[in-house]
């Protein structure tokens, strides 16, 4: 006899499924809690487009396609992180609003600054909750893509095709330096390179002997020894020094 529990359950799970249990089975059945608008709803405040935040929803879960429950928490964080940073980015722009309209009389020249001298507390407390929630999707991104590394779209490199061996053992025997032109042994060895002819030198003509005293100085210096000097060192005192050379 079936039990009442036993019973219960069959009728509940008539089909006896324990539900979906590849990743992608899971991945889809994610997406089940976003179709019934569920999700958008208990987020949501007056004022705010629960169409908008269901978009948001589905973009991140098309996006990331969580198929483990840690990976869709992360999901979720991403979620209520992005949409939390949009209410407060309105709810900033509202601040000023509401400041510069409860004021009686604006200052002419400088509203902001006026507005911003009663509501900087309040924008001071808004910019840490901002803070708080680029945080909280910082951490969430950075957890989700190491528990779902990215998918990178890289073309596998081709392998090389394999080269036949008829080729592989004609390339092996090719010898390393082959003539161009085959050149029998027979044939006429070529004549030898005629001898490079020595160019001629012309001998120098002899050049004029130096004139010992300077021409018009009327000097009357006179060597007892001509060898010992080249030239006067009275007319000519840097070049009266015997030539080595000579």
């Known amino acids: 006899m079936m039990s009442k529990r036993k019973a219960g359950a069959d009728r509940a799970n008539p089909n006896g499924s324990t539900g979906p249990r590849s990743a992608a089975g899971k991945a889809r059945s994610s997406m089940n809690a976003l179709k019934s608008g569920i999700y958008s709803k208990s987020l949501t405040i007056p004022g705010e487009d629960p169409a908008k935040l269901t978009t948001l929803t589905e973009e991140y879960f098309e996006r990331y396609r969580p198929a ?20 407060l980015a309105a709810a900033e722009a509202q601040v000023w609003i509401y400041e510069m309209d409860i004021r009686c ?5 400088a509203p902001l600054g006026q507005a911003f001298h009663y509501c900087d507390r309040t924008l001071t407390r808004l910019q ?60 006429t060895p070529p004549p030898p390179a005629a001898p490079k002819a020595t ?48």
């Open 128 to 187: 840490r909750m901002v803070n708080s929630a680029q945080r909280n999707h910082r951490d969430a991104l950075h957890e989700l893509e190491r528990l779902q590394p990215r998918e990178l779209d890289l073309q596998p490199v081709p392998a090389p095709a394999p080269v036949p061996q008829e080729s592989r053992q004609q390339i092996e025997n090719k010898p390393v330096n082959q003539s161009k032109e085959f050149v029998s042994s027979a044939s």
């Open 105 to 109: 009389e604006l200052h002419p020249t």
């Open 199 to 246: 160019p001629k030198t012309t001998p120098k003509a002899p050049q004029a002997p130096l004139p010992f005293h300077q021409p018009g100085s009327h000097c009357p210096f006179s060597p007892t020894d001509p060898a010992a000097y080249r030239r006067c060192p009275y007319c000519f005192p840097d070049d009266s020094e015997p030539d080595v050379r000579d």
């Open 68 to 87: 483990l429950p840690e990976q869709r928490d992360l999901v979720d964080i991403l979620v209520r992180s992005t949409w939390t940073l949009r209410r």
